[in-house]
Structures are given as C-alpha cells and as structure tokens.
C-alpha cells in the first residue's frame, strides 16, 4: 500500500456548492421530501405490519422494501444538508466516505434483489396459482430477503474492498454530493481496470440480470392476464402490478442511466441531478405509489385512519 493511502487522505465534496444560489431552496426541498419519505415508508412498515389484510408475500418484501428506503436515505441525506447549509465545499474523512459508499451499495443491491423477489411474487400468483403457497411460504419469502442482503452485503465488500485500497492524491476533491462508486474511482492515481471490470461486472449482474428477470415474470403475466376470461379478473391483476412496475422502472431507470450510460463527456451536474432523483426523490414516491395504486394498501391506510380518529 502507497504512503498516500497508509496516510488515509481526506475527500472534498463538492455537492452543490458551484450552484450557490440554489443551495438555499435546494436545501428546503431535499429535507421536505427526506421527512416525507420517512413518513411514507413508515406508515408503509406498520400498514404491512399492523394490517391482517397485508400479511402476505408480496407486502412482507415491500415492508422490507421500505426499510431499505428509510435506511439508504437516512445513509445520504442528513450529510447532504448539511452541506448544503455551508456556503463551501466540506470535506469527508477517508472511514466516512468509505462506509457512505459500502452502507450505498448493500442498500442499492439489496433493492434489486427485493423488486426482482416481488416480480416472482406477481408470476407465482398469477401464472402458477396453484402452487403458489408452496413456492411462496414464509420459509421461501424469509430465505429470498436473507438472500437480498448477503448479496447486498457481499457486493459492497467486494467494491469497497477494490476501491478503497487504491491509491489516491492526497487532496482528492470529488465532483459530487456522495462517494458514489464512479466519482471516487475516477480519483484514483493507479489499478483502475481491476474496480473498472468489478464495477461493470456488478453493473451487468445487479442491474441488467435482475432487470431481464423482472421483465420477463411480467411477459408471463401478461400473456396470462390477457388469456383470462373476465374483464374484472383483468383489472384486479393489472392494479395490483401496475404499482411494481411503476416502482422497478423508475428505480432500474435512473440507475441504468447512472452506470451504464456512456461517461465521456458526461455533465457533472447532470450527473448530480440524477444520482440526486435516485437517492432522494425516488424513495419518497415508492409509498405514494403503493398507497394510490395499490387498493389494499390504500384500504388499510383508510381502516387505520378511520381508527385513530374514532378511539378516544
């Protein structure tokens, strides 16, 4: 290991700071729609909890969901304002940015796993209803979400692990309002293929192959959905998925976008904006989704309003 990296250099973090002007209003925004998320997707943990109606497959993976949501805002956002209150650039020490980005990547994988497990959910209900309790116990569904955070977890052990002891300036300064993995991979003086080849084999795996699994459940459901004789029975099967597919294109989207789009001649800010959408935005709309999309859900939010307000 080079004497730069034993020396364990500090990062500076841009974030916003180029866009003085709107750091004030951006600041307002980003922790309105941070309190929003921890509301949405708490009120999503205890409906899924609370509610006998939610207790099945498909809400236990979107309660995990939703912590997933709460913990991978919670793991940018509070720095994010914080930085955004000083009129500089701050700097982050070389332990937090690395952490920062290790907690990023096991939530980030962790959610591909959990939307490709609801995908299974949605075909197991609707293509093989009659098997659906065995290939769909509590056993199974326990065993995909442990699932979903070991290869979270082995993930984000492998990137840190390769990017991390790499060697950097002493003065790195990251154009960025996290330590995403490409930023702080850019930074590095030396060994760039080994991460290089890791990241993109991470990107071809976590975003493309669950992705591929996600669209193809779907064709099957819609091949089988289109073969039902009741409209009704359509209708019931396209609302309770249209939530799920509207959740796994906005987040595979904006992540395919990130990653896998050409980087040469990327804009910085562009760059910002979208990691900003995916990191903040996106988990404040996965609980209004559900609950205006989805009837069960929004009926248990009902059941649940209505009890508060009549209990003395």
């Known amino acids: 290991m080079t004497e730069e990296n034993q020396t364990l250099p500090e990062f500076l973090l841009l974030g916003f700071s180029d866009l003085r002007a709107l750091q004030g209003p951006l600041f307002w925004v980003v922790l309105l729609v941070y309190l929003l998320t921890l509301l949405g997707n708490s009120v999503i943990i205890l409906l899924t909890q609370g509610s006998p109606a939610l207790h099945s497959p ?9 912590v997933v949501e709460v913990l991978y805002t919670t793991d940018i956002v509070p720095r994010t304002l914080v930085d955004l209150a000083s009129p500089h650039p701050r700097a982050i020490s070389f332990q937090s940015c690395a952490t920062q980005m290790y907690v990023f990547i096991v939530l980030g994988i962790t959610e591909c796993c959990l939307l490709t497990a609801m995908a299974y ?3 197991a209900a609707i293509c093989r209803p009659l098997h659906y309790s065995t290939l769909m116990s509590w ?6 979400v442990g699932i979903s955070w070991f290869m979270g977890i082995i993930t ?7 990017i991390f002891t790499l060697p950097f300036p002493s003065h790195p300064i990251i154009p960025h309002f996290l330590c995403d993995i490409l930023p ?43 073969a039902m004789a009741s409209t009704q029975s359509r209708r019931k099967f396209f609302s309770t998925c249209s939530s799920h597919l509207l ?3 906005l987040f595979f989207g904006t992540a395919s976008i990130t990653y896998i789009r050409p980087q040469a001649g990327s804009s910085v800010t562009m760059n910002r904006i979208l990691s900003l959408f995916y990191t903040v935005v996106t988990p404040m709309l996965n ?10 859900v929004a009926g248990a939010l009902w059941h649940m ?8």
């Open 305 to 312: 309003m209505k009890r508060q307000v009549s209990s003395p």
């Open 58 to 66: 498909m809400y236990f993976f979107l309660r995990h969901l939703s």
């Open 184 to 226: 702080v991979l850019r930074l590095a003086s030396a060994g760039k293929n080994r991460s290089e080849i890791s990241v993109v084999t991470a990107t071809v795996v976590f975003i493309m192959v669950p992705f591929s699994l996600i669209v193809a459940s779907y064709a099957r459901i819609l091949g089988a959905i289109l």
């Open 287 to 296: 609980p209004i989704i559900y609950t205006l999309r989805n009837k069960e």
């Open 156 to 162: 984000a052990t492998t990137h840190s692990s390769l």
């Open 247 to 249: 959740v796994v294109f």
């Open 121 to 123: 959910d949605r075909y």
């Open 139 to 144: 056993q199974a569904c326990t065993a995909m």
